[in-house]
DNA sequence: TGAATAGTGTCTATGAGACATTATCTT
DNA sequence: AAGATAATGTCTCATAGACACTATTCA
């Protein structure tokens, strides 16, 4: 980068925005959070919560953490928060030329749909809906949640990211509903229960439980200490295997 | 993105630049592409090929190909690009606030150190080298590498992207060298045969074969029309395994 | 004791990894 | 036929996936 530059060249300049991926379950459905857009363009219409760098000095992560704030009324030092990329179009947005840097953010089922913020208008959506094209996203957004929740389903096979779906206490059945959730498959509950609990460092018991009324309690999880799965846990082939044909 | 801007405030904006991350595979060695810099800071040391875009309106996309011919002499068409992310810390730049979107370019052994262009101190040099530290970079490329690095070993394992460090026609043992090279392991040759063949659309033959003036001549395949391995070529654990305790 | 939810065990098929020999070509 | 490189087959073990029953709690 930063290449020979003559005394009188200028580099462009560009405005710099973050867009944010905030991923949850809540009632065992897989929903990302959008915001009602206030203003043109695309004004009335579905939108990924983000803005504009607030300061030429300020951090890209960090705006993100503003913005998760400010539009999520989420505190980011809880949540699972990674980098899925830059988008940088020249016409992603009909008023000038934008950058923005998407981030994915994971965080536990929360009840209510976000109040007591800037973006009154957030509410969550069923990613299925998003992908499927049922609603419509303003910019090039959809192309960034399709790009975060196949990061998301990838990770969940090699990482303990489902645990960041989850609160600091869950039971097996929830982790098993977050990989239903959020791969859009079922798995087989013994087949679950086998591998996860086979897989060091993914899940460590508490010792307490969990009792609801009726029905045997269940035992209750934290995430463990590992930061890979040893071994995987594979989305069910979707691609089934090749036809035999014969 | 896009916030609610008062008619007043103007989103601060950031010069570009895009940085690249050329791999290949020279004499079964993996090398990345490295550049000496001709200007502060960091004169005379070693950095990745990149530059800041032409024009406020060019696509980063196009900026990194461009760089690519100018800086490495290669064409992007016949190359496999990827982005790898964005890299913005406020301080990565001494001279003032850059926001650089890296690209990963997997490109087939080239026999010469790339000649004819700008950047004539363009030299290859082994990963190994740079993620030991043996070979300093400047500014935050060594994470840039890095991220690089670890995003190709990891899609060897689940896309046919080994195909990319070959020509349009290759051998078995062409494509094992490359996994060997990328992976810095060693790998069984029969396991690897019978599982490159395997996988459906991974390789297909081209009838043809390649004589090196002594001994079997070997079979040509050429890249499938496959997107993702299945099964996929899994890395050896170098976390072997809990060691059974007992 | 019945209803409800939590948790486990076995069998089969397939892939992973270790390992040595046969095949084809040139000189 | 000797030398060199290419290619393959078998065995064992681990994991994936299909599948049905037992355990614990509360009313």
């Known amino acids: 980068m930063q290449q020979d530059a003559t005394e009188s060249w200028v580099p462009p300049a560009i405005p710099i925005a973050v867009d944010l991926v905030i991923l949850t379950l809540r009632e065992s459905r897989f929903d990302v959070l959008l915001v009602e857009r206030g203003i043109e363009p695309f004004k009335g219409g579905q939108a990924l919560p983000g803005g504009f760098l607030s300061s030429a000095g300020e951090d890209i992560y960090d705006a993100a953490l503003r913005e998760l704030h400010e539009e999520a009324g989420l505190d980011g030092s809880a949540l699972h928060i990674e980098q899925v990329g830059a988008y940088g179009a020249p016409d992603r947005d009909p008023r000038g030329r934008v950058l923005s840097v998407a981030y994915l953010a994971i965080a536990p089922g929360l009840p209510e749909p976000v109040a007591g913020t800037d973006a009154s208008a957030a509410a969550w959506t069923a990613v299925d809906d998003v992908l499927s094209g049922h609603v419509k996203l303003a910019f090039d957004h959809l192309a960034i949640?399709?790009?975060?929740?196949?990061?998301?389903?990838?990770?969940?096979?090699?990482?303990?990211?489902?645990?960041?779906?989850?609160?600091?206490?869950?039971?097996?059945?929830?982790?098993?509903?977050?990989y239903?959730?959020?791969?859009?498959?079922?798995?087989?509950?013994?087949?679950?229960?086998?591998?996860?609990?086979?897989?060091?460092?993914?899940?460590?018991?508490?010792?307490?439980?969990?009792?609801?009324?009726?029905?045997?309690?269940?035992?209750?999880?934290?995430?463990?200490?590992?930061?890979?799965?040893?071994?995987?846990?594979?989305r069910p082939d979707r691609t089934p295997r090749a036809e035999e044909h014969q």
Chains 1, 2 share one sequence.
């Open 145 to 178: 949640v399709e790009d975060a929740v196949e990061r998301a389903r990838a990770k969940l096979e090699h990482t303990p990211l489902a645990t960041a779906f989850c609160g600091k206490r869950f039971t097996i059945a929830d982790l098993q509903r977050v």
């Open 180 to 234: 239903e959730a959020v791969w859009g498959a079922d798995l087989d509950l013994r087949n679950f229960y086998r591998k996860v609990q086979r897989v060091e460092g993914f899940i460590e018991s508490t010792g307490t439980e969990r009792r609801e009324a009726k029905g045997r309690p269940a035992r209750l999880f934290r995430a463990g200490s590992a930061t890979a799965l040893h071994p995987p846990l594979t």
